[in-house]
């Protein structure tokens, strides 16, 4: 048995990194237990290699070590995600979960980053008011969050200043600024650095999409546009999503935070530690046991431990410590619908260069602004241009229906093909029902004989409607653009991971229907945090990370008292 | 535990033709060299079978030695610890899956025009492996129309043996050529894809496209012989 610490935090991600960061900086004794690899500064400079990266999944978990199964209602027998099933597991980067290591999901993420409608934050009322109580799905625990857009106001923009966000204001303090988001909610100032550059043909979906009545401005991103602290400036380099960062320009917490932590002197890394429970005494969290990289069990003990671990990870870790005394852990589970799709069009879009985030959004459609429809969707998406960042193995794959992978037809297309796609999505979120949930799998377990999370999950009505809807409006887009061919992924798609899984140990303030408080603190283990996406009580359609970020540094304000 | 920041290098070499086999047998070779050529056919660009994409596969299957490239050119990274048993794992499944896949293309040869596979004329290739594919040609379909969709995730874990080759061509055509497919980079010219000079030069963090965006630039000049080809 080692000393007493006084801080445990698993997991060195997205939230893991800035929490254990900021309380090293402030003088706590912290412990970091990562399952991953803790990567050294200069690991990524090999790293324009598509097998490697994309195709072989060199950062990703792989299910026979880190088994997630799924099925789509009760009754059924989950197996190994079908869509990434096999020894090893890997597909593509989006349907697993994030990569692992000092870094976490931020090592190789996209880097598009929002901050959440003032509206996002009370779902349930914005329903009510507008369409009455009976609007609220049956069958669904939609809920308001338990703070509002005010309150995380001020670390949305410790997020954007601290760690480095570019980007176009579109309304400071009230006032609308020209060429930013006319929908976005009120700021108290502008980015740290100005937007990414966009590649070549994306100005033909701004000016389509302007035709059409919409208003396009550039996607705010955790990549540096210029040298940011200690960001370089991007290269453009296009092996960007799926791909670590080679010039340290994307934002991640191996980066930004875990140095800073590490030059405190106050963190200590244990890297291939592999966190198994949570111990307790009582009502009160004692620490936790953890498999290092020999198979060896340990057990530490701390005053605070923080699980960073993902939402699914931090669902299966408090399932099977017992930290669940009110039944709620794992259920609302909620994740995105991505409604990729594809088309060419006339001119070159060289669409290797950029990151996926060089691109362009329309907001007019997202979240209380979806107009009125015949398909009863309560609750709109953005829609993103996706202009650059992909590779050719990937674009071989991703070919238009009708269209067989081989032969000189298939050939002769990719050919002349290949430098003009053009890509678009959106992100509708799924709703919070009874039906999706995650418990522990009764049949399968990993190496270390620990149980797999097991994801119930299909998409509803809602969600296949929302796909339709969107799918109307990027064809309207298409058209506009002059696209020669357009195509979509299937509705509903066959994935039910996007690495925005988010809900399943549900914030609020009622002990009894919520698993953690606004803080993260568990209320039914005192001094025990489980933060990440897991906390979202509902999930907006934008991308979760910077808000995932927002509440990593409102948890680490708390533990260190400063609120 | 070496851990998977700490792999050790190792020296593999990827050069050589069919003499320098290290997992498929002549045969075998032969047979994939020219079902990859019909998957992704020579025509006035060169194709799978320029780019060496049988090349690429025998040395995936060869084993755990040729898995991660390491950016010095003929090296590799020694795979080790819990990632080299589902490595393993996942190596002798495809291993078998090929075998097998080879032996029933000939059978279907053998059935339909009563010589192995390698030996018959390209349409007679296109017809068997029109059957063992399973699958009849699909139709095009127009802008917006319904149509069978794209899936977006590929992984070569749960394939089947047609489906399985057919992604592992495309793989070894637009790979880096330090896995040895894409050879002399044939494949990456055939599309346009300017890729990185050599792996080893991405080191310096060099490659990039920061200065196509400085100034109004001519997309089309960035790739010239395709812009005279009218493509
Ligand atoms: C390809 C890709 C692109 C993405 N693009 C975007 C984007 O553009 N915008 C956006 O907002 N989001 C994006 N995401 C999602 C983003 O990565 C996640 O939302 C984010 O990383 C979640 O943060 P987290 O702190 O909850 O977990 P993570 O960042 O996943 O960190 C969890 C950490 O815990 C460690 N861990 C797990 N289990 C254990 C255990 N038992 N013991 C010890 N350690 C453990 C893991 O190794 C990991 O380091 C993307 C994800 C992927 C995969
Ligand atoms: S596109 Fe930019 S941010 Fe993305 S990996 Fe390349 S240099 Fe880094």
Redesign the interface.
């Known amino acids: 048995m080692t000393k007493k610490k006084e801080a445990i935090v698993v997991g060195l991600g997205a939230s893991g990194g800035i929490i254990a960061a900021e309380l090293a900086k402030a003088g706590v004794k912290v412990t970091a237990l990562e399952k991953?690899?803790?990567?050294?500064e200069d690991?990524f400079?090999?790293?324009?290699?598509?097998?490697?990266y994309y195709?072989?999944g060199?950062l990703v978990p792989?299910l026979?070590?880190n088994p997630i199964t799924w099925r789509a209602r009760d009754g059924q027998t989950a197996r190994l995600l079908?869509?990434?099933?096999?020894?090893?597991?890997?597909?593509?980067p989006?349907?697993l979960p994030p990569s692992i290591?000092t870094g976490g999901g931020t090592l190789h993420w996209g880097g598009a980053v929002w901050r959440h409608r003032e509206a996002d934050f009370h779902m349930r009322s914005a329903l009510i008011k507008r369409y009455g109580a009976a609007a609220i799905p049956e069958g669904t625990s939609i809920v308001d969050w338990p703070f509002g857009y005010d309150d995380l106001e001020p670390y949305y923009d410790r997020v954007e200043w601290e760690l480095g966000v570019s980007g176009q204001a579109g309304n400071i303090n009230g006032e609308l600024v020209a060429g930013g988001n006319p929908f976005e909610a009120p700021r108290k100032r502008g980015y740290p650095m100005p937007p990414l550059?966009s590649a070549?043909a994306n100005s033909r979906f701004v000016e389509a999409t302007r035709r059409l009545g919409l208003h396009p401005f550039p996607q705010a991103a955790a990549i540096a546009s210029e040298d940011y602290k200690s960001l370089k400036?991007?290269?453009?380099?296009?092996f960007c999503h799926g791909y670590p960062c080679?010039?340290n320009a994307k934002q991640t917490s191996h980066v930004t935070s875990v140095p800073e932590g590490l030059a405190s002197g106050n963190l200590d890394i244990i890297?291939?530690a592999r966190v198994i429970q949570v111990n307790r005494d009582g009502g009160r969290v004692k620490g936790v046991s953890y498999i290092d990289?020999?198979g060896k069990v340990h057990e530490i003990e701390a005053d605070i431990v923080v699980l960073a671990t993902y939402s699914l990870e931090n669902t299966r870790l408090l399932l099977q410590s017992g930290i669940n005394a009110n039944g709620q852990v794992g259920k609302h589970f909620m994740t995105h619908c991505f409604g990729?799709s594809?088309g060419v069009v006339p001119?070159?879009?060289?669409s290797?260069?950029?990151p996926l985030v060089g691109a362009h959004v329309v907001d007019d459609y997202t979240s209380e602004l979806i107009p009125d429809n015949d398909l009863g969707v309560v609750w709109g998406s953005p829609i993103t241009s996706f202009p650059g960042d992909t590779?050719?193995?990937e674009a071989?794959?991703?070919?238009?229906?009708?269209?067989?992978?081989?032969?000189?037809e298939?050939?002769?297309w990719?050919?002349?093909s290949?430098?003009r796609i053009f890509s678009m999505h959106t992100q509708t979120s799924s709703l919070p029902y009874a039906g999706g949930y995650c418990d522990l799998d009764p049949n399968i377990k990993d190496?270390f004989g620990q149980p797999a999370l097991r994801i119930t999950h299909d998409w509803m009505p809602h969600d296949i409607n929302s796909m339709k809807f969107f799918t109307r409006v990027k064809?309207a887009i298409?058209?506009e653009m002059g696209?020669?061919?357009?195509?979509?992924?299937?509705n509903p798609p066959?994935?039910h991971l996007s690495t925005h899984e988010v809900g399943t140990h549900r914030m609020g303030l009622d002990p009894e229907t919520s698993v953690v408080d606004p803080y993260g603190e568990s209320h039914e283990c005192e001094k025990l945090f489980a933060v990440g996406g897991g906390q979202f009580p509902t999930l907006p359609s934008y991308n979760p990370t910077m808000t995932i970020q927002a509440l990593a540094f409102l948890t680490a304000d708390r533990i260190t008292g400063k609120i | 535990m070496a851990s998977r920041a700490e792999w050790q290098r190792i020296t593999r070499s990827v050069t050589g033709g069919p003499e320098n086999r290290l997992f498929f047998t002549a045969h075998e070779w032969a047979t994939i060299d020219a079902a990859t050529a019909r998957i992704y056919p020579t025509d006035e660009t060169p194709g799978a079978r320029e780019a060496m994409a049988v090349r690429f596969i025998d040395r995936y299957l060869s084993g755990l030695d040729y898995i991660f490239a390491s950016a010095d050119g003929d090296a590799f990274l020694q795979i080790s610890g819990k990632d080299r048993d589902a490595w393993r794992i996942r190596i002798e499944k495809l291993q078998r899956k090929y075998r097998d896949g080879i032996r029933r293309l000939d059978d279907v040869a053998l059935t339909e025009f009563k010589t192995e596979f390698r030996h018959l004329d390209a349409a007679q290739q296109d017809r068997a492996l029109e059957i063992l594919s399973g699958a009849p040609k699909p139709r095009r379909i127009q802008v917006a129309e319904e149509g069978e969709v794209h899936v977006q995730n590929i992984s070569d874990d749960d394939l089947e043996f047609f489906a399985m080759l057919a992604l592992h061509t495309r793989q070894g055509t637009f790979c880096d050529p330090v896995y040895g497919g894409n050879a002399g980079r044939v494949g990456w010219d055939a599309i346009g894809f300017p890729g990185p000079p050599t792996l080893a030069s991405t080191q310096d963090c060099s490659y990039g496209h920061a200065d196509k965006f400085l100034t109004d630039f001519d997309w089309g000049d960035l790739i010239p012989h395709l812009k005279s080809r009218g493509r």
């Open positions: 991953g690899p803790h990567y050294p690991h400079r090999d790293k324009q290699d598509e097998i490697r195709t072989r060199a792989h026979s070590t079908p869509w990434a099933s096999g020894p090893l597991g890997t597909t593509e989006l349907h290591g550059r070549a400036g991007c290269v453009y380099c296009g080679h010039v890297p291939f990289a020999v990729w594809t001119e070159f879009t060289n290797f260069m950029g590779q050719p193995i071989s794959h991703n070919t238009p229906p009708g269209m067989r992978k081989w032969g000189s298939y050939k002769e990719f050919a002349s290949y430098r190496p064809q298409a058209k696209m020669t061919e357009f195509w979509e992924e299937p066959p994935y």
